[in-house]
């Protein structure tokens, strides 16, 4: 089961790399941590108690719906908002009291960054380069084959796609070497193949040891990017684990395709935990309610008894054609989630 934040550990900060002159990112060390971050806006708390750690070399996903508190949580680890309560450290800073040292290892992309469209790529970099210490042309150039825009840096940003300008972005963000990246949403407006680039150099800056802290209101996405992840709702972090604890134990829509569609349906609804939906009590996605045909059966079934109800089905004489089990999604998470208890 999913670890509840309750019971996560409050972090213990390993001493800065800097501090102790290496300069080396360790492993399993932790960049970034919040403890019962709350923020109190007017009347209201906006946020109520947000809890996790982020680790070099991991990719971290914020995972809520809309409105949950996901840009609001991320604004006060940039120190564009103060938390009423709590504490946010980086890489062994307070990010309130110290904001200048916790922020020199932070590359992010919390708005869009203002980039000058009539200026080049490379220009765009040269101009925040200009902003930062240490930051030379070589700088520029391995950010720019980092993100994969080495063959149209010098082409006007105003010629760019979308996709091209977040990866800019990003570009620009880690200039300055940082051991902590945060993206809101770096995926948005994305089409498949720039979000699969996306992805993929995303998992090449983990490997080498940066942590990476990405929110999405996707599961989907979440669950091919990311290590571990903290799911968030009206303001709270409700749980956080791996991304194959969130998923376990939850009961899985499946969709079957049965040579005798009537019995089959009657032999799963008979089998304990297995219940028969109607096409429309399924909620699918678009795709999936498309790739249905009249005779497709929808269960809601535990994992566990997906192979015994093969086996029942096969002993009985149906020939299965095809089983397709569907991830879980957000709702259904949250749903397990909050099933039968308050969380604090
Ligand atoms: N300055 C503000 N004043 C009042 N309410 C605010 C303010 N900023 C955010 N909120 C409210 O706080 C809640 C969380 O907002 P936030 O933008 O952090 O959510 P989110 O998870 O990032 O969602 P989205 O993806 O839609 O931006 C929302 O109900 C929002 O209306």
Redesign the pocket.
């Known amino acids: 089961m999913m670890k509840k934040t309750t019971s996560e550990q409050s972090a213990t900060l390993a001493p800065s790399t800097e501090a102790n002159g290496s300069g080396a990112v360790q492993e399993h060390e932790i960049v970034l941590s919040a403890e019962h971050v709350k923020k109190k806006?007017?009347k209201?708390w906006?946020?109520k108690d947000v809890t996790f750690t982020v680790r070099a070399g991991e990719i971290f996903g914020f995972l809520?719906?809309?409105?949950?508190?996901?840009?609001?949580?991320?604004?006060m680890l940039v120190d564009l908002i103060r938390p009423t309560e709590g504490k946010i450290m980086i890489c062994g800073y307070d990010v309130n009291r110290e904001p200048e040292k916790a922020l020199a290892y932070v590359g992010s992309i919390v708005e869009n960054p203002e980039m000058y469209p009539y200026l080049t790529g490379w220009e765009n970099l040269q101009h925040f380069a200009r902003m930062q210490p240490g930051v030379d042309e070589r700088r520029i150039q391995e950010v720019t084959e980092i993100v994969r825009l080495d063959e149209r840096i010098h082409d006007k940003v105003s010629k760019y796609s979308l996709g091209m300008r977040q990866r800019l972005g990003i570009a620009q963000a880690l200039l300055g070497r940082p051991r902590l990246l945060i993206l809101?949403?770096p995926t948005n407006g994305l089409d498949p193949k720039g979000i699969r680039d996306m992805r993929l150099f995303i998992r090449e800056l983990a490997a080498q040891g940066m942590a990476v802290f990405v929110?999405s209101?996707l599961l989907s996405e979440i669950q091919l990017l990311c290590d571990r992840v903290a799911i968030?709702g009206s303001?709270r972090v409700m749980a956080v684990g791996s991304v194959e604890e969130l998923v376990e134990d939850k009961e899985h829509l499946v969709i079957w395709e049965l040579a005798e569609s009537e019995r089959g349906a009657a032999l799963l609804g008979s089998l304990s935990g297995i219940s028969v939906l109607d096409h429309n009590e399924a909620h699918l996605d678009n795709d999936t309610a498309a790739s249905l045909t009249a005779n497709s059966i929808i269960t809601r079934t535990p994992e566990e008894q997906i192979p015994v109800a093969i086996r029942e089905l096969v002993q009985a004489g149906i020939a299965v054609h095809n089983v397709r089990k569907l991830n879980p999604t957000l709702e259904q998470l949250f749903l397990g989630i909050t099933e039968g208890e308050t969380i604090e």
């Open positions: 806006i007017g209201r906006i946020i809520g719906p809309n409105g949950a508190g996901k840009t609001t949580t991320i604004r809101d949403e929110s209101h968030v303001g």
